[in-house]
């Protein structure tokens, strides 16, 4: 037994000198004492004695600590908050001052410069207006006129690489080290489709050179093909910068797909300094934006432009313009136009313009399409080849396939252009003027009677179709409406007509001239009933059959003499 309580106090005693001084916790109670008496206060608590230098604190300092159990760390922590260190030696724990904290490195900066100049490879002249860019980053700079160029890039974390590109140059890739430095680079005229990727050499990590290759057919190939695109357009002059213009023709073979951008104006763009390059699948310019291309919905405040294939919707407030072809609908409160083909649906309150057209133009004045197969609908409607209908005003074709209704329309080869002189049953002056072609042709028509009991003026107009039998005969079926002044002109605002269907057999006498001669139907639709001469006014000087009321019918004639 003796034994076993020998054993328990050797351990007790073990496990009290084993114990830190600083972990071991306290009970105190100090209040309004000075600094000196209170750090002795604390050791005898725990039974320690403190050991420092007094130039290292105010021992006359009055302090107070509430009555509290803690650590003789955590009450020593609050008294000096960091500014002194502690160090157990046996039974004393010495006070000495804190080291200072190691100072933090410098943040890295959110950016960084990169800084060079490009040169021509053969000739060492600088090259201005060439593009330097990081397709990954979405960023981009132009070199000015001594071809320096500073392009700002946000980490430097990883150096990443610049590409250079330069209208009639090599494209060229450059791996940047970790300290780029400035760089020369040096770019050789040449007309290669592939990209060259080089990096820096270890002899000379600043200096890019390329091998010179030439070709003069794809010269004429480029040259052909950069007379048409966007930034040569009218407007396309008038709303992009010179910067803008210059960066798309140095990367005519860079573009980049992305969901969704937002832009203010064209350089003001989530898409950054390369939206020029990016297709978008929807895209909003709150005045207007410049883009790759358009695989879903562009809205515009004012303009849209882009540079390759519209599929989907490209809706503006005043204009669209696509350097492709269009899939789709363009809609703009002026101006409509695709480079290429349109296939689907041009709108616009003025004027609508495509290569090929397959669908429909709409428009408040001019439609224009180098080749139409659908309908042209506005003012004014142009076509060199026409497969469709146009209906217009004005309606004009090179060639056409297909049928327009207009007062005017012009087909320049195969169409129908006649001015005739003609008689009638009920007026024996006439003039038509018949354009179109064989198909569908409109007439215009003009005629007057001067005989004192039947005097009448009318103006008309009408639509004809021509069934040819031989080289020299043909069948032509006419419908026209006249509006009649009975009696005298000022009755010409009375709400009188006649509607009138003709079945003429036409004979082709010459290549200027041809007769034509038929029957006719006609009906009467007078305002009132008009008295001349003392006696009511008749239309023609024979019997005619009542329709209703005052509405009449005949069976007439009709001879011409028409001139091509």
Known sequence: ????????????????????????????????????????????????????????????????????????????????????????????????????????????????????????????????????????????????????????????????????????????????????????????????????????????????????????????????NDLVRVEMTGFGRLLLSSRLKMQSLNLKKLFIQRPVQVSLLPRLSTNGALNSQVTNKFSVNIVGGYSGGLEGVELGGVFNIDRRKVMGVQAAGAVNIAGDTVAGVQMAGVYNRAIDSMKGVQAAGAVNVARNLNGVQLSGAVNLANHANGAQLGVINITRHLKGFQLGVINIADTSDGASLGLFNFVRHGGMHEISLFADEFAPLNIAYKSGNKALYTILLFGMNPTEDRKSWYTGFGIGHRFPINNSLAIDLEASSLHVAPVEWKNYSHNTWIQRLNLNLRWQAGKWLSFSAGPSVALYNPDRVYTIAGHEYQPVPYSTFTVSGNNIGWIGWHAAISFL
Request: glycine fraction near 4%; hydrophobic fraction near 40%.
């Open 1 to 224: 037994m003796r034994h076993y309580l020998l054993l328990i106090l050797l351990h007790l005693a073990v496990v009290s000198r084993a114990q830190s001084i600083l972990d071991q916790s306290i009970h105190i109670k100090i209040t309004q004492q000075p600094l000196g008496r209170a750090l002795e206060i604390i050791g005898a608590a725990g039974k320690f004695t403190f050991s420092y230098n007094s130039t290292i604190l105010n021992k006359d300092s009055v302090i107070t600590l509430p009555e509290q159990t803690n650590t003789v760390r955590g009450i020593l922590d609050k008294l000096f908050n960091g500014r002194l260190e502690y160090h157990e030696d046996g039974r004393y724990l010495i006070l000495l001052p804190a080291a200072p904290p190691k100072a933090l490195p410098p943040p890295e900066p959110k950016h960084y410069l990169i800084t060079g100049v490009i040169l021509d490879e053969v000739t060492r002249e600088k090259v201005p207006d060439a593009s330097v860019y990081d397709p990954n980053r979405m960023i981009a700079t132009l070199s000015k006129e001594d071809g320096s160029f500073v392009i700002k890039l946000r980490s430097s974390a990883e150096p990443g690489s610049l590409t250079i590109s330069k209208e009639f140059y090599l494209d060229t890739t450059i791996h940047l080290p970790g300290d780029a430095g400035r760089l020369t680079i040096l770019l050789s005229p040449a007309f290669s489709t592939s990209p060259v990727t080089l990096s820096p050499q270890t002899t000379a990590p600043d200096t890019i050179n390329i091998v010179l290759q030439a070709d003069s057919a794809q010269i004429k190939t480029i040259l052909k």
